[in-house]
């Protein structure tokens, strides 16, 4: 379920898998003011759950998420055709490696993600339109 604009249109839908309350706040409230919507999930069921309500068109995953199994979170996503940007530690390339192997679009550090966030979330979408190639990358 998408959101609309104030002329009609629907709003692009993004998931967020984080617990962080403070980050999830602060993604939110930046994605909204760049014209998307935002959902977010606490737990792999309810983002496995909002992947067939919501038909986001991104998702955004933490890998640094305590007690949920973001990798399971990665494959889910994919598997229902929808792009993954996994951020996380810059320093945990075992992590980041683990993210790609799981399937994510993009993986990126967290500080990489709170400076540029609109325009990364507007490139991995432009990206993943059907006239685009959408390789995965890292910017780590």
């Known amino acids: 379920m998408q959101e609309s604009g104030v ?8 998931i967020l898998l984080d617990t962080d309350l403070f980050f999830v ?10 014209g998307y919507d935002v959902r977010t999930a606490r737990s792999l069921a309810d983002f496995t759950g909002r992947l067939a309500t919501d038909a986001p068109a991104l998702a955004l995953v933490n890998t640094a998420i305590a007690g ?3 990798r399971a979170a990665i494959v889910a996503a994919r598997e229902a055709q ?3 940007i996994a951020f996380g ?4 390339l075992e992590t980041q490696q683990a993210a790609r192997d799981a399937g994510a679009t993009r ?4 500080s990489k993600l709170a400076a540029d966030l609109p325009a990364i979330v507007a ?10 190639d959408s390789a995965p990358s890292a910017d780590t």
Do not use: E, F, M, Y
């Not at 706040?25 to 760049?34: E, S």
């Not at 993986?107 to 967290?110: F, G, L, R």
């Open 7 to 14: 002329d009609g249109t629907s709003l692009p839908s993004v």
């Open 25 to 34: 706040v602060k993604v939110r409230t930046t994605l909204q003011h760049a």
């Open 68 to 70: 949920v199994d973001w």
């Open 82 to 84: 929808i792009p993954v």
């Open 89 to 92: 530690s810059h320093v945990d």
């Open 107 to 110: 993986v990126i550090a967290n």
């Open 123 to 132: 490139r991995a979408l432009q990206a993943s339109s059907p006239t685009t």
